[in-house]
């Protein structure tokens, strides 16, 4: 996510000011965005692997379709027989839990299941503000289910299925509880459709100002800003980072507008005035990054590097002005790759609404802009080069919890960094974190423990950003960016923690650096950069 706040008011040099506005603006009105709490820096990885329920990204989906789902995965409390032919007793059916306990938002995410694929078929009349939903979540069960739940709060569902078979349902706030007919034993595959045919609405959220996810600002323009929970309000989900699946989107339009979304295009046919696209994801992807846009957009498509497809969709009276920045998305990747390791996806690019939601956001292969993005060029490089780097750090490297957010803004704002020491000949990195340090003292709490409703200030971004140059002053230049590269490889497609980070950073350089994170990240103060 960017505000646009970001950092290049320090060319004003009123730096101070700035951050203090956008503290203010990102922070919930009301909340103490003070952070505090942990201190130290967990000694062990939580990386979640998926071991059994993980989906490749290559092979089969080379052909077009899926790769094939274990019918069944090795998990605890699955009856059967062991090695020494003891019969198991099959594990006592239970409900599966409401949250996953996230350290900042407990509730969100379900527990019992692994989300593995979700197919979105819409059919979308913007006119109407009308939306018919067919939303299929297949899953597989890590616990022997006599129920669980969805993260939804989108509009009245008109039926859920389980396996084909009408389920009981209930709702209760953000969640939709599910009792099917037939207990779901654990390592088995389900499936589970809800429909609607209503509007979708955008959710409230503490860290941001104003509601997040499903967005329709006039008759012929709908797009889809989620992070952190705006998921759940146009499609039943398993809404937390930890549960990457894979996406399927069905969108039924009527001429002349088009549809858009995360991945590639797969089809489009037009039948009665109304047009159907289909795109699928050749990766996981988290429920916060699933977007679709629909509207008349200005396509654009060149090779990228390596293979990569770059196209873009941008409202036609912003041509002009979004181009400049977006023609340098090829170069970005190009200048970063030698940093950050291979670009993770085989497509990518921007999608730009004549609509301010007052910033843009890093959806998975598709990153969203405000128009208004633009009208700066310098804050529309460093917002593009910010969002193209998110696809490395918290699009294909995901975050495992809220708090953790810093591994995605931290890293994103460290690249708007390394694109200005790349093409700005006077550009001199020390000396301008430096200024950064000293500007931001004063108002900066701990980057590795915003709060709730702190995820998108200005510490999360910047103080994250010293501190992986810290962590470079430290290590130096070779072995720091060999880090970043066995970071995003290593939890490419994944998920991590920031102890997970810390480990690869531990690993590489050979030192304990336990007291810089822990200083930088946790610690009330600002420490002062420190030279190799
Ligand atoms: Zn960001």
């Not at 130290?40 to 094939?68: C, I, L, Q």
């Not at 990054?289 to 008349?296: P, Q």
């Amino acid at each position: 996510m960017s505000s646009g706040g970001g950092t290049r008011v320090r060319r004003l040099g009123v730096l101070i000011t700035a951050l203090a506005v956008v503290a203010a603006a990102c922070a919930g009105p009301g909340i103490d965005t003070g952070g505090g709490g942990g201190t130290t820096v967990p000694t062990r990885s939580t990386v979640r692997t998926d071991p059994g329920v993980s989906v490749p990204d290559t092979g089969a989906t080379d052909e077009g379709g899926y790769p094939p789902v274990p019918s069944s995965v090795d998990l605890p409390g699955v009856s059967g027989s062991t090695t020494t032919g003891e019969t198991v007793p099959p594990a006592r059916p239970v409900e599966g839990d409401i949250g996953l306990g996230d350290p900042y938002y407990p509730d969100w995410g379900n527990g019992g299941y692994d989300a593995v694929r979700y197919t979105l078929d819409l059919t979308i009349r913007p006119e109407q503000d009308l939306v018919d939903a067919v939303v299929t979540m297949d899953a597989v069960a890590t616990e022997s289910l006599l129920g669980f739940n969805l993260d939804y709060a989108g509009p009245p569902l008109d039926q859920v299925m389980v396996n084909g078979i009408e389920a009981e349902w209930d709702r209760d706030g953000q969640e939709l509880r599910i009792q099917p007919v037939d207990v779901l034993p654990a390592g088995s595959e389900f499936s589970v459709r809800t429909t609607y045919s209503a509007s979708p609405n955008s959710v409230p959220t503490v860290a941001w100002p104003q509601g997040v996810g499903w967005q329709a600002p006039r008759a012929d323009l709908v797009y889809v800003v989620s992070e952190p929970n705006g998921a759940r309000g146009w499609f039943p989900v398993n809404d937390h980072p930890s549960d990457k699946a894979l996406y399927r989107f069905v969108l039924t339009v009527p001429e002349p507008l088009t549809a858009v979304a995360n991945g590639e295009l797969v089809g489009s046919t037009t039948e009665g005035g109304m047009t159907t696209f289909e795109y699928e994801t050749h990766h996981p992807m988290a429920s916060y990054l699933a977007t679709i846009g629909v509207g008349e957009f200005t396509a654009r498509s060149s090779p990228g590097p390596d293979g990569i497809e770059l196209r873009d969709f941008v409202a036609p009276g912003l041509v002009g002005l979004a181009t400049p920045a977006l023609d340098l998305q090829a170069e970005m990747i190009e200048g970063l790759t030698p940093l950050f390791g291979p670009f993770p996806f085989d497509i990518y690019g921007a999608l730009v609404v004549d609509s301010e939601f007052g910033g843009a956001l890093e959806n998975q292969t598709l990153s969203v802009f405000s128009g208004g993005m633009f009208r700066s060029p310098i804050l529309a490089e460093e917002v593009v080069v910010h969002e193209l780097a998110h696809q490395w750090f918290g699009d294909s490297v995901t975050i495992d919890n809220w708090r953790d957010i810093w591994l995605n803004e931290g890293f994103a704002t460290y690249a708007e960094w390394l694109w200005r020491d790349m093409t700005e000949p006077d550009f001199d990195l020390d000396a301008f974190a430096v200024a950064t340090a000293d500007s931001g003292r004063p108002i900066w709490g701990p980057p590795g423990d915003p709060g709730p409703a702190g995820l998108f200030d200005s510490t999360v971004y910047i103080r994250g950003a010293l501190t992986l140059h810290q962590l470079r002053l430290t290590v130096g230049d070779d072995d720091f960016f060999e880090i970043l590269r066995t970071y995003a490889s290593r939890f490419a497609d994944s998920t991590v923690d920031t102890a997970g980070f810390v480990a690869v950073a531990e690993e590489i350089s050979g030192r304990e650096l336990g007291d810089l994170f822990d200083a930088w990240l946790y610690g009330d103060r600002t420490p002062e950069l420190v030279g190799g």
